[in-house]
C-alpha cells in the first residue's frame, strides 16, 4: 500500500460470487475473485495493448481431426487463476478492496501481477505462458497464436490454447505426461483427464472417431431464457 502520487487515478474494483458446475450439474467449486471495474482504465495512462488467446474453431476441428487420424491421445488441462501469471508493465493503482480498510484514507494499492478484467491481463500471462512452452522447445504457429507445435526426434505434441483451457494431444502418451508435468511446476495447473468438453462442444469418442455436438450448451441457453419446460410446436407463433 502506498499514498495515491498526485495526478494519478486509482481504479475501483469488487468482489465477485460464482459457482462452477460439473458435467453432471454437482457443484465444482465455489469461488470469489476480486475484480477491476476495466471501464474506468484510459489507454495510453494504465494499458498500451490488448490480446485474449482465443483459438479459431477451424483450428481446434483442424486439431481433433488430426488426433483422430493418428489416434492420438486427446488431453485437457485447465489453469487456476490464470490472468493472475501476468506481471504487470504498466503503473496501475487500485483503491482498498471492499471489506479491507487503511489507517489513511488516500492509500492505494499498486498492482504488481494482473487481476481479472484488468484490459491487459491476457496479454501479460499469455506472454508467461508462450515463453514456458517455448522454453519446452515448442514453436508458436503464425496462422493462429493460440496453436503450439513441438516437433523433437520421433515426439510430436500439439497443444492448443482458449484463454486459460488447454487440449494437449501427440504421439507418445509418455511426451504429454512429461509435458503436463512440465506445465504443472510452472503454474498452478489442474489435470482435466481425457477431453470431453470444450467451447460448449461435447467430446465423445469411440473406435470409430469423434462425436461432437452442442446439447448441454443448447440446454444451458434454453435454462438462462427460462424456456426450459416449453413444449415444442410444429409452427411457432409469436
Known amino acids: 500500500m502506498q499514498q495515491l502520487p498526485p495526478e494519478k487515478k486509482a481504479l475501483r474494483c469488487k468482489w465477485v460470487y460464482r459457482m462452477k ?3 453432471d450439474g454437482t457443484i465444482e467449486p465455489f469461488k470469489a475473485r476480486l475484480v477491476i471495474l476495466d471501464n474506468h482504465q484510459v489507454e495510453g495512462i494504465n494499458y498500451t495493448k490488448t490480446f485474449a488467446p482465443i483459438a479459431k474453431m477451424v483450428t481446434v476441428c483442424t486439431v481433433l481431426v488430426v488426433a483422430t487420424t493418428k489416434a492420438w491421445e486427446l488431453h485437457q488441462m485447465g489453469m487456476h487463476n490464470a490472468f493472475l501469471h501476468g506481471d504487470l508493465h504498466e503503473e496501475v493503482f487500485m483503491k482498498m478492496p471492499p471489506g479491507f480498510s487503511a489507517s489513511q484514507s488516500d492509500m492505494v494499492c499498486k498492482l504488481r501481477k494482473s487481476l481479472y478484467k484488468l484490459k491487459q491481463a491476457p496479454r501479460w500471462w499469455f506472454s508467461n505462458f508462450s515463453i514456458a512452452l517455448k522454453s519446452f522447445g515448442f514453436q508458436q504457429s503464425y496462422l493462429d497464436y493460440s496453436l503450439f507445435i513441438l516437433h523433437r526426434e520421433d515426439t510430436q ?3 492448443l490454447v ?3 483451457n488447454l487440449i494437449i494431444t501427440g504421439n507418445t502418451p509418455s511426451a504429454i505426461k512429461h509435458f503436463m508435468l ?3 511446476t510452472c503454474f498452478h495447473m489442474k489435470d482435466l483427464g481425457i477431453l470431453k468438453y470444450f467451447l460448449g462442444i461435447e467430446v465423445d469418442r469411440n473406435p470409430t472417431g469423434i462425436f461432437l455436438c452442442q446439447h448441454k450448451y443448447a440446454l444451458d441457453i434454453i435454462f438462462e431464457a427460462g424456456l ?3 413444449k415444442p410446436a410444429a409452427t411457432p407463433l409469436e
Do not use: K, N
Request: hydrophobic fraction near 55%; aromatic fraction near 20%.
Open 157 to 159: 505434441l500439439v497443444v
Open 228 to 230: 426450459l419446460g416449453a
Open 182 to 184: 512440465y506445465l504443472s
Open 162 to 164: 482458449y484463454v486459460d
Open 21 to 23: 458446475y460439473h458435467l
